[in-house]
């Protein structure tokens, strides 16, 4: 094998193994920072060898089996002896005598509570919300500092120093390196769930830049909700939360124009909707029905993305149902933006009147200031009232509050139709 194939080879063997290689070595080293630094000598050693050995048969048992000849190393130099040494030679040993298969049956023992621990760690509380999505990103995603950097548009040593001062933090702290059970995980998991969606909202809905979507960090986020899905089946917020996000993703190449400008909700070709994503997403929705209880947020926001992915047009949506769910969503997690996306729902079912109503009420509300989808959604319901100077008045301050070009480039453009007595008769994007 050529040695770019080779390189390929590992960079693509490092996305699937390395959050389970992190994972594993946390559990014996008890310590995230540590685990990352051993994964990656074992990484290097395979840059150095794999060229002219070759690819290993199982290339996740040669990763784990070199990082913990490293920590051998580690617990020498720490001289830290008490039984690690003994338990971690007695591993090396078993990875040169066994096969392959058992070599990884044994790699694999206790995997699924490795990688629950590692994502719970990664979230703690302890850190920031900035601290925990870079930790993740970078831990549990297998992104590179500078990939994380260049997805949320931040400087690369602004990503770097944030995750060595999150390591820093959980050492210093003694973050033990296990999930917490009981009513203690059901405290923690809405800041794990919390996480994942942040990252997949950058995705889904850039921020700055100039694309609306970056699909590769709603994939990161997927596969972690995935991940917490399976790890926690119990917990129908996990589920919900997974539902929500295929069902979103779904979407993607519907969302984007042919020349990159967004193509909102309503005007949208439906045929492009992925079906297998909506497939998984309407059975995780299932799987979090079947547990029983109210819905919580995330299982709400899944329902009412369902209502959309079984309509077969925007006219056959059921949005009666829509603002029901909305309903639900506001009296259990109240908020200003629920609100604007409810008085969409509103605008959609009961004509929009009623949509004006509930955004003018929200018309004093500072966190909304510089929310660019308020004036947006504004601007559309008064399009539709034919009150078009005030709908491009609202558009263009809309404008001029986003940070995203594409965003920015269409809602200029909005402005320039009510400007000629006209409309898009599309609705903004919003979460509904």
């Not at 080879?9 to 959050?19: G, K, L, N, Q």
């Not at 594993?24 to 060898?49: F, P, T």
């Not at 109210?294 to 709400?300: D, E, I, R, T, V």
């Not at 018309?363 to 709908?391: C, I, M, N, Q, W």
Request: proline share 4%.
């Amino acid at each position: 094998m050529a040695e770019q194939d080779v390189k390929r080879t590992i960079d693509a063997v490092w996305r699937i193994e390395s959050a389970r290689l992190i994972a594993g070595l946390a559990r014996i080293v008890r310590d995230v920072g540590v685990a990352e630094e051993l994964a990656q000598d074992a990484l290097v050693a395979a840059l150095e060898q794999w060229p002219n050995s070759g690819v290993p048969d199982n290339p996740g048992a040669w990763l784990m089996t070199t990082a913990k000849h490293r920590a051998i190393d580690h617990f020498r130099r720490t001289k830290r002896l008490d039984g690690k040494l003994g338990e971690l030679a007695t591993d090396a040993e078993s990875a040169h005598t066994n096969t392959a298969e058992n070599v990884d049956a044994k790699l694999d023992d206790d995997i699924g509570d490795d990688m629950l621990r590692l994502v719970f760690v990664a979230c703690h509380p302890v850190l920031s919300v900035d601290a925990r999505v870079a930790l993740n990103l970078r831990l549990v995603g297998g992104l590179t500092t500078e990939e994380i950097a260049r997805a949320f548009l931040v400087p690369e040593p602004t990503i770097a120093q944030r995750i060595v001062r999150a390591k820093r933090t959980l050492a210093e702290a003694r973050v033990p390196f296990e999930a917490p059970r009981g009513p203690e995980l059901t405290a923690r998991l809405p800041a794990v769930l919390e996480v994942i969606y942040l990252i997949f909202n950058e995705g889904y809905a850039a921020t700055a830049g100039d694309d609306i979507l970056r699909p590769e960090l709603c994939q990161d986020a997927l596969r972690l909700g995935r991940i917490v899905a399976e790890l926690i089946p119990q917990e129908s917020e996990a589920h919900g939360l997974a539902a929500l996000m295929e069902i979103q993703a779904s979407r993607f190449k519907a969302r984007i124009g042919s020349t990159g400008e967004p193509v909102l909700l309503l005007d949208q070709d439906r045929s492009r909707w992925d079906r297998l994503l909506i497939r998984r997403g309407l059975a995780a929705l299932t799987r979090a029905e079947k547990l029983g209880g109210a819905f919580g947020p995330y299982a709400l926001q899944a329902a009412i993305a369902a209502c959309h992915a079984r309509a077969a047009s925007a006219d056959l949506t059921d949005w009666r149902r829509i603002v029901a769910l909305y309903d639900a969503l506001s009296q259990l997690s109240p908020s200003p933006v629920v609100e604007l996306n409810r008085a969409v729902a509103m605008g959609m079912a009961f004509g929009p009147n009623a949509g004006l109503a509930i955004v003018d009420a929200l018309s004093g509300e500072r966190t909304l200031a510089t929310y660019h989808l308020f004036p947006s959604v504004r601007g559309h319901l008064l399009s539709k009232l034919g009150r078009f100077d005030e709908a491009r008045v609202e558009y263009a301050r809309a404008a001029s509050l986003t940070k995203n070009k594409r965003e920015r480039d269409q809602l200029l453009k909005r402005a320039a139709e009510c400007a000629r007595s006209g409309t898009s008769g599309s609705i903004p994007r919003t979460s509904a």
